[in-house]
């Protein structure tokens, strides 16, 4: 039998999706997903534009993978540069 377990905190337990429709919750748990499988695949820097709802989840992501991260929010986009793994 298959056992499943939760790789990462999801961080929608104190009403961070109230008011976001379902799509939209679709959306950014897609979107989630997607960097979530970038940063496993461990290039050593890169990227991405996200949804500003998903800068404080994939913050913490990263902090559990150690590795640095700059979230900066413009023009309705957030952009999230990922650095190399904090070796100190």
Not at 17 to 23: C, D, F, H, N, T
Not at 24 to 46: I, K, N, R, Y
Not at 68 to 79: F, R, S
Request: proline share 5%; net charge negative.
């Amino acid at each position: 039998m298959t056992t499943y377990s939760l790789d990462a905190p999801f961080g929608i337990d104190n009403g961070e999706l109230e008011g976001v429709p379902a799509r939209g919750a679709f959306v950014l748990g897609a979107e989630f997903a997607m960097f979530f499988v970038t940063l496993q695949a461990d290039p050593a820097e890169f990227t991405l534009q996200i949804h500003p709802r998903n800068t404080t989840r994939c913050l913490a992501l990263c902090g559990l993978r150690k590795r640095k991260a700059k979230a900066t929010t413009e023009g309705g986009w957030t952009t999230l540069n990922v650095g190399a793994e904090i070796t100190s």
